[in-house]
C-alpha cells in the first residue's frame, strides 16, 4: 500500500540525521498530496529545525488537503524549536500519519491530540516497529537518563581479540573497520579502559567524512594516562573526558590544562563506578556511547548492567594458546545457568568478516 511505501521513505529520510542530532531522535518526514510527494525533510542536526518544518517548507505546492507522514509524534512544547504542532496547523495539512507515538511524557499523545483537536485526521501506528528500532537509542535515554551503551568488539573464530604477545592489528579486514568508523560516528560518545590506551595509543575518532568525532571517555581509575598519549594530546580537537577516582586536584589540572575534561566518581571494586558515571554522563547530554573497551571493562560494563545491546566482529581467523586475550574476563559466571543472555543475533557481512548484533536480555 502507498502509505507503507511513503513511511519508508520517511525513515529512509531520518537516517540521514544520524551521529548529527543527538540526543534528539532520528525524525523523518513526508508530505503526499493527490499521490504525489511535494515535501520531504528530516531532523538534520540538534538545534536546528525538526523534520516536519522542513518538510513544509520544502514543498513548492499548496499543502491544503495533504498528507504528512512523520516517523515520530509531532512535538507540542516549546523548546529549542517551536512546536510542530503549530506549523502543521498552521500550513494546511489535512490527515497526519504518525509511525509511533513519542516516549518523551513532555509529549507522549499530547501532539496527537492537539492536531485532532483542530480537526486534523490523525492515524498512529504504521511501520510501528521500524519506527520505534529508529528511536531506540532516544526512547532509552528519555526513559532513563542515562547513555544507551553498544559494547563492540572484534575476535577471532577462537575467540581472541590479541595474540598472547597482545598484538590485535589486525583482527578484521578494511570493510569491516570502516563500518566501525561509521559506527563511531553515528555515536554520541566512545569509551574504553586505561589499559587500552597504554596498549594501543588509539585515537579513537572516526575517519570518514560527513560524521562527527564522538566524545572519547577514558575509564582511568587512577589517573595514569600519559600525557604524551595520543588521547591528551589532541584533547583540545576532539573532546575527551576521563573519568577518573583520584581526587588530586594539582594532579587533575595538568590534563585539564592540556584541554581534556575530568570527571570524578567513587570507587567500585577498586575501579571507577560505572552506574554513576552513566548518571553523570546523562547529566552532560551524551546520550549513546560505543564501548571499545578490553576484557576487564567489559566484564565490569556487563556486571554493572550498562550494556543495552553488543556487536561483535568474527574474523576468519585462530590465533591459538592459552594466553590470547578473551573478549570478556573479569571473574565471569559460575554456571551456565547464570550467563547473560542475548536476543538472537542478526547477521551481517563485510568481506570475509561478519558483524553480530544482539540485544541485552534482562
Same mark, same amino acid.
Given at each position: 500500500m502507498? *502509505?507503507? =511505501?511513503?513511511m519508508?521513505?520517511?525513515? *529512509?529520510?531520518?537516517?540521514?540525521? $544520524?551521529? &548529527?542530532?543527538?540526543?534528539?531522535?532520528?525524525?523523518?518526514?513526508?508530505?503526499?498530496? +493527490?499521490?504525489?510527494?511535494?515535501? %520531504?525533510?528530516?531532523?538534520?542536526?540538534?538545534? %536546528?529545525?525538526?523534520?516536519?518544518?522542513?518538510?513544509?517548507?520544502?514543498?513548492?505546492?499548496?499543502?491544503?488537503?495533504?498528507?504528512?507522514?512523520?516517523?515520530?509524534?509531532?512535538?507540542?512544547?516549546?523548546?529549542?524549536?517551536?512546536p510542530?504542532?503549530?506549523?502543521?496547523?498552521?500550513?494546511?495539512?489535512?490527515?497526519?500519519?504518525?509511525?509511533?507515538?513519542? #516516549?518523551?511524557?513532555?509529549?507522549?499523545?499530547?501532539?496527537?491530540?492537539?492536531? &485532532?483537536?483542530?480537526?486534523?485526521?490523525?492515524?498512529?501506528?504504521? !511501520?510501528?516497529?521500524?519506527?520505534?528500532?529508529?528511536?531506540?537509542?532516544?526512547?532509552?535515554?528519555?526513559?532513563?537518563?542515562? #547513555?544507551?551503551?553498544?559494547?563492540?568488539?572484534?575476535?577471532?573464530? +577462537?575467540?581472541?581479540?590479541?595474540?598472547?604477545?597482545?598484538?590485535? =592489528?589486525?583482527?578484521?579486514?578494511?570493510?569491516?573497520?570502516?563500518?566501525?568508523?561509521?559506527?563511531?560516528?553515528?555515536?554520541? @560518545?566512545i569509551?574504553?579502559?586505561?589499559?587500552?590506551?597504554?596498549?594501543?595509543?588509539?585515537?579513537?575518532?572516526? %575517519?570518514?567524512? @560527513?560524521?562527527?568525532? #564522538?566524545?572519547?571517555?577514558?575509564?582511568?581509575?587512577?589517573?595514569?594516562?600519559?600525557?604524551?598519549?595520543?588521547?591528551?594530546?589532541?584533547?583540545?580537537?576532539? %573532546?575527551?573526558?576521563?573519568?577518573?577516582?583520584?581526587?588530586d586536584?594539582?594532579?587533575? $589540572?595538568?590534563?585539564?590544562?592540556?584541554?581534556?575534561?575530568?570527571?570524578?566518581?567513587?570507587? &567500585?571494586?577498586?575501579?571507577?563506578?560505572?552506574?554513576?558515571?552513566? &548518571?553523570?554522563?546523562?547529566?552532560?547530554?551524551?546520550?549513546?556511547?560505543?564501548?571499545?573497551g578490553?576484557?576487564? !571493562?567489559?566484564?565490569?560494563?556487563?556486571?554493572?548492567?550498562?550494556?543495552?545491546?553488543?556487536?561483535?566482529?568474527?574474523?576468519p581467523?585462530?590465533?591459538?594458546? !592459552?594466553? @590470547?586475550?578473551? #573478549?570478556?574476563?573479569?571473574?565471569?559466571?559460575?554456571?551456565?545457568?547464570?550467563?547473560?543472555?542475548?536476543?538472537?543475533?542478526?547477521?551481517?557481512?563485510?568481506?570475509?568478516?561478519?558483524?553480530?548484533?544482539?540485544?541485552?536480555?534482562?
Open positions: 502507498d *502509505e507503507k =511505501k511513503f519508508a521513505l520517511a525513515i *529512509e529520510l531520518a537516517e540521514k540525521g $544520524r551521529g &548529527k542530532v543527538n540526543p534528539n531522535p532520528l525524525v523523518g518526514a513526508v508530505i503526499v498530496k +493527490d499521490g504525489e510527494v511535494i515535501g %520531504r525533510g528530516y531532523h538534520e542536526e540538534y538545534g %536546528r529545525a525538526h523534520a516536519e518544518v522542513n518538510a513544509i517548507n520544502s514543498s513548492k505546492k499548496s499543502l491544503c488537503g495533504s498528507t504528512m507522514y512523520v516517523t515520530l509524534e509531532p512535538c507540542c512544547h516549546q523548546g529549542t524549536n517551536s510542530c504542532t503549530e506549523a502543521i496547523i498552521k500550513s494546511g495539512i489535512s490527515e497526519v500519519v504518525v509511525g509511533t507515538l513519542d #516516549p518523551n511524557p513532555i509529549v507522549a499523545g499530547k501532539g496527537v491530540g492537539i492536531l &485532532k483537536a483542530k480537526g486534523i485526521n490523525v492515524k498512529v501506528g504504521f !511501520l510501528e516497529e521500524e519506527c520505534k528500532e529508529l528511536i531506540k537509542i532516544f526512547s532509552h535515554y528519555i526513559k532513563t537518563k542515562t #547513555p544507551y551503551v553498544t559494547m563492540k568488539y572484534a575476535m577471532t573464530m +577462537d575467540g581472541k581479540i590479541a595474540t598472547k604477545t597482545n598484538k590485535s =592489528k589486525w583482527i578484521t579486514g578494511d570493510e569491516a573497520r570502516e563500518n566501525v568508523h561509521k559506527t563511531r560516528g553515528e555515536y554520541a @560518545g569509551m574504553v579502559g586505561i589499559n587500552t590506551v597504554v596498549n594501543d595509543d588509539p585515537m579513537l575518532t572516526c %575517519r570518514l567524512e @560527513g560524521f562527527y568525532n #564522538p566524545i572519547r571517555i577514558i575509564c582511568d581509575t587512577n589517573l595514569i594516562l600519559s600525557l604524551d598519549s595520543k588521547i591528551v594530546r589532541t584533547a583540545r580537537k576532539v %573532546r575527551t573526558i576521563i573519568a577518573t577516582c583520584n581526587r586536584l594539582k594532579k587533575q $589540572r595538568e590534563y585539564i590544562n592540556l584541554g581534556c575534561e575530568i570527571l570524578v566518581t567513587d570507587m &567500585k571494586d577498586g575501579h571507577i563506578n560505572l552506574s554513576q558515571l552513566m &548518571k553523570k554522563l546523562g547529566e552532560m547530554k551524551i546520550d549513546s556511547i560505543l564501548l571499545e578490553g576484557g576487564t !571493562l567489559n566484564w565490569s560494563a556487563l556486571e554493572g548492567g550498562i550494556v543495552k545491546s553488543l556487536q561483535v566482529y568474527i574474523a581467523k585462530l590465533f591459538g594458546g !592459552l594466553h @590470547g586475550i578473551s #573478549p570478556i574476563r573479569g571473574d565471569g559466571v559460575s554456571d551456565p545457568i547464570n550467563s547473560i543472555k542475548l536476543s538472537p543475533p542478526t547477521v551481517k557481512y563485510f568481506g570475509s568478516d561478519i558483524l553480530l548484533e544482539s540485544e541485552v536480555l534482562f
